[in-house]
T-cell receptor
Framework: AQTVTQSQPEMSVQEAETVTLSCTYDTSESDYYLFWYKQPPSRQMILVIRQEAYKQQNATENRFSVNFQKAAKSFSLKISDSQLGDAAMYFCAYNAMDSNYQLIWGAGTKLIIKP | NAGVTQTPKFQVLKTGQSMTLQCAQDMNHEYMSWYRQDPGMGLRLIHYSVGAGITDQGEVPNGYNVSRSTTEDFPLRLLSAAPSQTSVYFC????????????FGSGTRLTVV
């Protein structure tokens, strides 16, 4: 069975600095998708970034980028130029190929932005 | 575009009561799922549906029922509420083909006393 592990329950960063959130996963599959979701206090789940395992290139979305290490089964999220609005819970999630009904979730990392 | 609409947003139940959490999507997505979110844990799959008339169990199905009579609606029924079902519940939908693109409802905070 696939598992997702986020080893940092909480991280803090100074505004405008860079922070990296860690995620590791376990799977025997070769093709899959990985996601980072943001959950602010409003509770809404917001997609931050998606990575396809068959793509070598790391996904980027503006200030958000990932470091995808397939062999190491690692999928970290880097947030550059941190802003107060980035404060939230961040969840890493795994989606098996051809299984668009189930995400396997990590426990989450609470990100605190210090002004 | 409404996306995924979940109701109610908050609910308090007494132990043993039953209720239905409503979920509706207007994107013609084939797949719909229900998750629960508990403190210190990731979301866990309760039940899912890959199309109208087709449902299946996820990781934590006990105490819950679902049905999918239309593409748009996927209600979650709590048969006899227990304090262990106190949680935040999310409904999600996704296209049945192509890369997964999940849309989540805004969640329901349920407290069972």
């Amino acid at each position: 069975a696939q598992t997702v592990t986020q080893s940092q329950p909480e991280m803090s960063v100074q505004e405008a600095e860079t922070v990296t959130l860690s995620c590791t996963y376990d799977t025997s599959e070769s093709d899959y998708y990985l996601f980072w979701y943001k959950q602010p206090p409003s509770r809404q789940m917001i997609l931050v970034i998606r990575q396809e395992a068959y793509k070598q290139q790391n996904a980027t979305e503006n200030r958000f980028s990932v470091n995808f290490q397939k062999a190491a089964k690692s999928f970290s999220l880097k947030i550059s130029d941190s802003q107060l609005g980035d404060a939230a819970m961040y969840f890493c999630a795994y989606n098996a190929m051809d299984s668009n009904y189930q995400l396997i979730w990590g426990a989450g990392t609470k990100l605190i932005i210090k002004p | 575009n409404a996306g995924v609409t979940q109701t109610p947003k908050f609910q308090v139940l007494k132990t043993g009561q039953s209720m239905t959490l409503q979920c509706a999507q207007d994107m013609n997505h084939e797949y719909m799922s229900w998750y629960r979110q508990d403190p210190g844990m990731g979301l866990r799959l309760i039940h899912y549906s890959v199309g109208a008339g087709i449902t299946d169990q996820g990781e934590v199905p006990n105490g819950y029922n679902v049905s999918r009579s239309t593409t748009e609606d996927f209600p979650l029924r709590l048969l006899s509420a227990a304090p262990s079902q106190t949680s935040v519940y999310f409904c999600a939908s996704s296209p049945g083909t192509g890369p997964p693109g999940y849309t989540f409802g805004s969640g329901t905070r349920l407290t069972v006393v």
